[in-house]
């Protein structure tokens, strides 16, 4: 059973693939330990109203330039 505060798994509103996000989880997310810069955090939440998964994250990290093209899907498949 769910805790009652938890977040259900859901669908990455970048790439539309399904992750799990653990927010309200009893450990830290794994989206903790990605790193982005303030612009990238602020082009994000312009842009998505949810969380993303682990694997858009991680391009944008990599590709923070990708977070300011008009919050446009990621064309490779694949999130976690």
Known sequence: MAEPDAIPDTR??????????????????????????????????????????????RELAIDPAAATRAALPRTSPGCD
Do not use: K, M, S
Not at 35 to 57: F, H, K, N, Q, S
């Open 12 to 57: 990455c509103p970048r790439c539309g693939g399904e992750f799990h996000c653990g927010a309200n989880d009893a450990a830290p997310c794994a989206c903790t330990a990605v790193r982005l810069e303030a612009t990238v955090l602020a082009a994000l939440r312009e842009g998505y109203a949810g969380c993303l998964c682990l694997v858009c994250l």
